[in-house]
């Protein structure tokens, strides 16, 4: 049993890079998928230009970190932190836009990685933002600590948990698998007299191994997207959703590019056909029980 642990962890380390999938006329594979996702150093830690998604969502973000600001009658939810050491950039797109990041009154994030939510002790300090976790991440966030700072947990959210701040209410949703508690955010949002369904989806890009609970979540967590109303589909790295594309279509008196019910669940199907060929590979690999 150990040896086998072993072998799996070695593994791990020295992914190969395979299987590939082609979904939707596109071929990824493991590092292609990271490559996107996060793209190079500085990407990670330069903003992207701070822009209106739809109604009261606004991105302010990197070119490969999401973060995103809800604004409110009774103050802001930002979903995100990223790197600590973006904090201060999102600080400045917030303001770019026209808005006081001591407004921040909520932090959401939507898995306990790094990328995502390494930054919000400092949010946490600079704003006094109450910091809100599904349970099953809290383990992972609370050994996130950059610079030793203990990472702050206000309110431990469940799986279908609701987050009010004003007319706002953001609905988490369980869609484990990348991490334990990683949690995709529903909410409506008005514009020009329309409701539209924005969802905000964490990463559902599987691991180099896939052990039997994670298999399971996973599992679980592609039939959970599936049943998500949506209209517009935001992702927690850009690339998940075609932000740049999409952002360079933007224009006055044109239809809004990121209203995109067709695009929903494009990342979920080649996520999920990624999942699927990692484990069909998996199990040849396994030694006959
Ligand atoms: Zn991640």
């Not at 209106?52 to 103050?75: C, D, E, H, R």
């Not at 939510?117 to 949010?123: I, K, R, S, T």
């Not at 609905?171 to 924005?198: I, N, Q």
Request: proline share 7%; hydrophobic share 40%.
């Amino acid at each position: 049993m150990l040896v086998l642990l072993l072998g799996i962890a070695a593994m791990a380390q020295n992914a190969p890079d395979h299987p590939s999938v082609t979904v939707d006329g596109k071929t990824f594979t493991p590092r292609s998928i990271l490559a996107r996702n996060m793209g190079t150093p500085e990407d990670q830690t330069t903003a992207f230009a701070p822009h209106k998604i739809v109604g009261n969502v606004y991105y302010v973000g990197t070119k490969t970190l999401s973060a995103f600001l809800v604004v409110t009658g009774q103050g802001n939810v930002l979903i995100n932190s990223t790197y600590e050491r973006n904090v201060r950039t999102i600080q400045k797109s917030i303001e770019q836009l026209g808005f006081k990041f001591s407004d921040t009154r909520i932090l959401l994030g939507n898995h306990a990685h790094g990328d995502h939510m390494e930054g919000d002790a400092l949010v946490k300090e600079l704003t006094g933002a109450q910091v809100v976790s599904m349970a099953e991440d809290v383990p992972a966030l609370k050994a996130m600590k950059p610079g030793g700072k203990e990472h702050p947990v206000d309110r431990i959210i469940h799986d279908g948990d609701e987050v009010t701040l004003g007319d706002v209410t953001l609905t988490a949703h369980l869609t484990a698998g990348h991490t334990s508690g990683a949690t995709t955010w529903t909410m409506p949002v008005s514009e020009a007299g329309k409701t539209y369904r924005v969802v905000f989806y964490s990463s559902l890009r599987s691991p180099a191994v896939l052990t039997p609970p994670v298999i399971e979540q996973f599992k679980r967590s592609f039939a959970v997207v599936r049943t998500l109303p949506c209209d517009l589909p935001l992702g927690d790295h850009p690339a998940e959703y075609g932000m740049t594309e999409k952002y360079a279509k933007l224009k006055p008196g044109v239809s809004n590019p990121f209203i995109d019910p067709s695009g929903c669940y494009l990342e979920a199907d080649m996520e999920e056909a990624m999942f699927k060929a990692i484990l069909a590979e998996q199990r040849k690999a396994e030694p006959s029980q």
